[in-house]
């Protein structure tokens, strides 16, 4: 069993900055990309970025891109998320998750995720 824990979460002013961790508890474990999601109240959970672990390509929604970086350090089994110039709406609980193989629902849906982190709080204020 694989687990994610994320750190990194807190209260902001909009504007502001954080940087999201999460880190995987086994080193080797069949893992084809990690991934950040989010779920704001009454909302459903929605993607936010992608790394393929291997070659380290990326993907964003377009709520994030050009604000937000996904990265990630082989040697600390752990990825990023940084994210810069953040709005109120921005507020969330943020979820780690790694997709073990390539799936055709592909890396923006949440079903083709197979581990998951207890997620981190992320509150923007105004």
């Known amino acids: 069993q694989v687990q994610l824990v994320e750190s990194g979460g807190g209260l902001v002013q909009a504007g502001g900055s954080l940087r999201l961790s999460c880190a995987a508890s086994?080193?080797?474990?069949?893992?084809?990309?990690m991934g950040w999601f989010r779920q704001a109240p009454g909302k459903e959970r929605e993607f936010v970025a992608a790394i393929i672990w291997g070659g380290g390509r990326t993907y964003y929604a377009d709520s994030a891109k050009g604000r937000f970086t996904i990265s990630k350090n082989n040697a600390k089994n752990t990825v990023y998320l940084q994210m810069n110039s953040l709005k109120p709406e921005d507020t969330a609980v943020y979820y780690c998750?790694?997709?073990?193989?390539?799936?055709?629902?592909?890396?923006?849906?949440?079903?083709?995720?197979?581990?998951w982190g207890q997620g981190t709080q992320v509150t923007v204020s105004s």
């Open positions: 998750a790694a997709e073990s193989s390539a799936r055709s629902s592909g890396l923006g849906s949440a079903e083709g995720y197979d581990y």
């Open positions: 086994r080193r080797t474990f069949s893992r084809y990309a």
